[in-house]
Structures are given as structure tokens and as C-alpha cells.
């Protein structure tokens, strides 16, 4: 009854092996620690992007591959959460972190509203519903802009645009992008959280049939709430994280159509799996950057992107994050064969 | 002890049950009759899945139009599918588990109570496979598991037998003659399975036309006349 267009396609993975992900682990700290020092300004803003697209992308997957739902309203999420934190930063002088949570609680609350349709449709027709809703987000920043310092509610400046106070462990650029992965990382922790808890078992099922889920107690409006709630808050913590990395966000930049370019991409980057969301954000941000750095046109990212999604779709159901475990698991097979053939 | 009183169930203009009255205190109860009787209407009415147009429904005295459908399962009433409903995506353990949180567990510990319902279907190897990586019999005997974990007052199995081989069938008899006893939970068996019905349920009651055409001990009904014309379509004139 839920939309299975992709069904049979594993569920996220749980974390199997503690000593090789103790080792990963101390490996991304050292990563952490010594890239942003050796990457230009153009490559640490690109990548601070980056890490909140991935954030963001992280807020589709979980809906889409837990619970079968669609939203095309997450961009215009992003751009919610990033005018609370613009508010509350600017007008409170509130610290980051308070502005982030605060960002991320109010998309929430929108994104709860952007679900509510979704307790009575399912597929097509809830994702063009969130699809009209991502366009009254986009109707309503570019009416009213970002706060960027000035008085009232709205908060314009008449005079010189003032950037959003970044966190006060993070002022440099090297630094926020450490912050922003650091936040990134306990979004993907919030998500597991829930998958490997209770939402996900009573996600679990809603996906499998709302008859299999009711028949088993599951509370489905509650759940279906609450899944909705969680993609708004870590929508709006992106669209925070956003807002710091550049200090000011442009009325312009959310149209409803990014909402249906990061779903797309994340479809591409491979919604079921732990690796999509981050391929998802270097694909909507990295990828367009490289190829400027090659004197290339970035738009062109836009079709490399729509070829993609048709292999995606055509091809490999599991994305990108898909393929490359399939070919990890293929090249482990084989040099496992070579060992055992050898002395 | 399930009590059902005039209860009329219409789709449209097709009366799926009607002005069924019957009081079923067996704790192993077949429910039998042919193709469109309202036997799984019957089952839906109970789970909370179609509403009845008039009438009431209670077990163990409590007047089932008081709870909201999705507390149903909390309240004791489990249920199988005719189509199978494991959750492929989530081990055969965890499919317990989805059920034991949203039912009353009496504070014992979950992984007790999962490992204790699996071993109970002889599925007790297979606690980490993956819901898509059973067979048939094994997510029917999954379903049967999930149906039985925590309290449960009234256990619906719709065609549990359908398709078995007959080793498993001789299984899924144990296991049905067994349920009672092991989780104190009335069954309610659908199934066409004569066979099955006769060797598992103490009571059955025929249904035909959504209306109730005998109730008794399995094998005196099974053997009144009516019974085998309703099912087998014969007249008795004819004979």
C-alpha cells in the first residue's frame, strides 16, 4: 500500500564489525584534523556546502527508503530552517548551536505540516502536494528574504548586509568545516538512532503494508508524523549549517525545483544506504565546483545529473553507494579466491 | 470467549455478514464455509479492518467498537494473514520485536520472550535472518510467532495451511494444538482444510452467506447435511 516502487532493496545496514569501524573511525578523526588545512577558500566553502547538502539528503533517505514516502519539499526546508537560524542569530545575538537546534525544531514543525497530507495519500500524489508546498516556501523567501541584520521580524538591512555569527569554536573557515561535519555526523547518529529503534521496526512495517503495521499495534499517523518531523528537523539543521557556512543566505536560492534535484540525487546517490546521502551532497555541490575548476560550465552538472538518475533507475535501484558495495563485495570475493589459490 | 450479536456487515449492496449471532468459547475454534461466506470479513470485523454496519462484538466481555484499531494488538487480538505479511527488510527476531513494542510485555525481558516465541515455531536458528531470506512455511510460522508474543487474548489464523507440504502441515497442526496451551490465547482457524480443521479445532462454526448455519463439536458439524451442501454444492433432492 505504501509506495514499494523499489522494494526488495536492502534496508540500511547495521554496524557489524566495531574493531574495522574503531580503525575507520581514527582514520576520518586524522582526516578531520589535517584536510581543511591543505584545501583552498573556494574548496572549504564547496565542501562546508557539501556537508549540509549531505545532511539534507540524509533527511530524504530515511523517509523514502524507511517508510516509502516521497517529499519534494526538503529544499524548501532547508531554506526554513536557514531564515529561523538567520533570525535567531541576528536578532537574539543566540549562539550558534542555539540558532542550529532552533533552525532544526521550527523546519520540524513546518515539515510536520508538509506531512500531514501524506496520513491520507501515498506516491505520486504526495509527492506533488509536498511539491506545491516546497512552492510556497519558495514563494514566501523570495517575497520576504533572509533576515540579515535589519530590525522587525523580517529583519532586512537597508544598509550593509551583516554575515551570521558562526560558532564560537569555528570562526575560520577550517574550523567550520570540521564543525559542520562534527554536526553531520550527529545527524547520521539521530537517524541510526531511530532505524535500529522503535520508529524504524514501526517504519519497518508501515513500509511492508499499513494492514501489517496496524495488525501489529503500530500507531501509523504517529509514526508517519514523527518521520515527517525528524526530515524537517534535520532539513532545517542543513539549511542552519548552510546559513554559517556562508553567513548569508540568498532569497533566490530555494526554488522548488531544488527539492526535486536533491531528492533525484539522492535516489542516484543511494537512498538505502549509509554512503548515498554523502555522495548525494558532494554530487549537488562538489561535482559543479570540480567542474569549474576544469574551466568547465557547472550547469552541466544537470545533465551529467539526469543521465544518472536514469542509470539509477534503470540500473542500479541501490544508487551509487549500491554499486560501489556491490564492487567492493565482487573485488573481496576475488582477491579472497586469490589467497586461497595462492601458497 | 468471543460473543458476536446481529452483526451485519454491507458493502455496498453485498452484505458480507448478516445479523450473525454466535458465542464461541473453545479455546481452538474452526470457522469454515465456502468461497465469499465472510469468514475473513469476519476476521477483519475483529481486527478493526472493516466496520460493521449493525450489530456488536466482544471477547472476553469487552465491546471491540471501544478500541481504536491499532490498540487492538495491545489488547490481545493477534492475527495471520492470507497473504503472508513478514517484514523483509527486518530479521526474523526483530519482526518480534516490532510487535512486543507496541504490547503489553508484563516486564519480562524482550530477547526472552522473542527467543521463547521462535523456538515455540521451530524457527529458533533462524532469530537473524532477514525477513526476505525465509521460506514460505517459515514466514507463515514467523507470522504465527508475532501473533502470539505478548498476552494475547484471541489469535486469527487466515488459511494458515494453505500450499504446506505435508511434514510442515503435520507442524503447523502441533503448533496450532499447542498455542492454547503455551500463550492461554483463544484461536480462531480459518482454513478450507478440512483435514486441518477436524484435527486442531474442538468447535467449528460454518458460515454461509455471512450467516452462521451450524456451530458444535468439529466433527458432528462436519457431518450435518447442510454443511456438506453448502460446501459441496449439492442438492439434497439431487442425491
Redesign the interface.
Known amino acids: 500500500m505504501t509506495d514499494q516502487s523499489l522494494e526488495g532493496v536492502p534496508s540500511i545496514r547495521a554496524v557489524r564489525f566495531p574493531l574495522r569501524w574503531g580503525v575507520l573511525c581514527a582514520a576520518a578523526l586524522i582526516a578531520l584534523y589535517v584536510i581543511p588545512d591543505a584545501l583552498s577558500n573556494y574548496w572549504l566553502r564547496t565542501f562546508i556546502s557539501a556537508a549540509a547538502l549531505t545532511i539534507a539528503s540524509l533527511s530524504v533517505g530515511p523517509l523514502f527508503a524507511q517508510v516509502g514516502m516521497v517529499s519534494l519539499a526538503q529544499f524548501g526546508l532547508l531554506g526554513v530552517g536557514g531564515w529561523f537560524a538567520l533570525r535567531i542569530s541576528h536578532g537574539l545575538g543566540a549562539p550558534f548551536e542555539i540558532a542550529l537546534l532552533c533552525a532544526g525544531l521550527s523546519a520540524a514543525l513546518v515539515g510536520l505540516i508538509v506531512g500531514l497530507p501524506a496520513l491520507r495519500m501515498r506516491g505520486l500524489y504526495l509527492a506533488i502536494i509536498t511539491l506545491m508546498m516546497a512552492g510556497a516556501i519558495q514563494v514566501l523567501i523570495s517575497a520576504f528574504g533572509f533576515p540579515d541584520g535589519g530590525p522587525g521580524i523580517l529583519g532586512k538591512s537597508t544598509g550593509a548586509r551583516l554575515m551570521m555569527a558562526r560558532p564560537f569554536v569555528a570562526q575560520s573557515d577550517q574550523a567550520y568545516l570540521r564543525y559542520a561535519v562534527v554536526v553531520t555526523v550527529f545527524c547520521y547518529l539521530l537517524v541510526l538512532a531511530h532505524v535500529r529503534g522503535r520508529p524504524g521496526r514501526a517504519w519497518a512495517m508501515i513500509r511492508r503494508s499499513e494492514v501489517c503495521a496496524l495488525a501489529g499495534g503500530v500507531d501509523i499517523v504517529a509514526y508517519k508524523v514523527w518521520a515527517f518531523a525528524l526530515a524537517g528537523f534535520l532539513a532545517g539543521v542543513a539549511g542552519a549549517v548552510l546559513a554559517g557556512g556562508v553567513g548569508q543566505l540568498d532569497g533566490s536560492a530555494f526554488p522548488a525545483s531544488q527539492s526535486i534535484m536533491l531528492f533525484a540525487l539522492t535516489i542516484v546517490g543511494g537512498a538505502y544506504s549509509w554512503f548515498g546521502p554523502i555522495i548525494a551532497g558532494l554530487m549537488l555541490r562538489a561535482f559543479p565546483a570540480l567542474l569549474n575548476d576544469f574551466r568547465v560550465d557547472g550547469n552541466i552538472a544537470t545533465m551529467v545529473f539526469g543521465i544518472g538518475l536514469l542509470h539509477a533507475l534503470i540500473t542500479a535501484p541501490h544508487g551509487i553507494a549500491g554499486q560501489l558495495s556491490d564492487l567492493a563485495g565482487r573485488l573481496r570475493r576475488v582477491l579472497g579466491r586469490e589467497r586461497k589459490a595462492g601458497p | 470467549m468471543i460473543e458476536i450479536d446481529d452483526l451485519t456487515v454491507q458493502f455496498g449492496g453485498v452484505r458480507g455478514l448478516s445479523e450473525l449471532t454466535a458465542r464461541l468459547p473453545e479455546s481452538v475454534t474452526g470457522l469454515v464455509g465456502p468461497n465469499g461466506a465472510g469468514k475473513t470479513t469476519l476476521i477483519n470485523v475483529l481486527?478493526?479492518?472493516v466496520r460493521p454496519t449493525a450489530g456488536r462484538v466482544s471477547i472476553d466481555g469487552q465491546d471491540l467498537k471501544d478500541i481504536a484499531?491499532?490498540?487492538?494488538?495491545?489488547f490481545g487480538i493477534?492475527?495471520t494473514?492470507q497473504n503472508e505479511?513478514?517484514?523483509?527488510?527486518?530479521t526474523a527476531a526483530?519482526n518480534i520485536?516490532?510487535?512486543l513494542?507496541?504490547?503489553p510485555i508484563d516486564g519480562r525481558p524482550r530477547t526472552a520472550l522473542i527467543e521463547q516465541a521462535l523456538e515455540f515455531v521451530g524457527l529458533a536458528a533462524k532469530g537473524n535472518v532477514l525477513g526476505?531470506d525465509l521460506n514460505a512455511y517459515q514466514r507463515r510460522m514467523l507470522e504465527i510467532a508475532?501473533a502470539m508474543v505478548g498476552r494475547p487474548r484471541l489469535v486469527m489464523m487466515d488459511e494458515p495451511g494453505a500450499g504446506l507440504a505435508q511434514h510442515e502441515s503435520e507442524h503447523l497442526r502441533d503448533v496450532i494444538r499447542q498455542l492454547h496451551g503455551h500463550c492461554g490465547a483463544q484461536v480462531l482457524l480459518v482454513d478450507h482444510d478440512v483435514d486441518l480443521i477436524s484435527a486442531t479445532c474442538m468447535a467449528t462454526l460454518v458460515l454461509d452467506f455471512g450467516s452462521a448455519i451450524a456451530y458444535g463439536p468439529t466433527a458432528s458439524v462436519l457431518a450435518e447435511p447442510k454443511v456438506r451442501e453448502a460446501y459441496l454444492g449439492m442438492l439434497e433432492d439431487a442425491t
Open positions: 481486527s478493526g479492518f484499531i491499532h490498540k487492538r494488538a495491545g493477534r492475527r494473514f505479511q513478514v517484514v523483509e527488510n527486518l526483530d520485536r516490532a510487535i513494542d507496541n504490547v526476505r508475532r
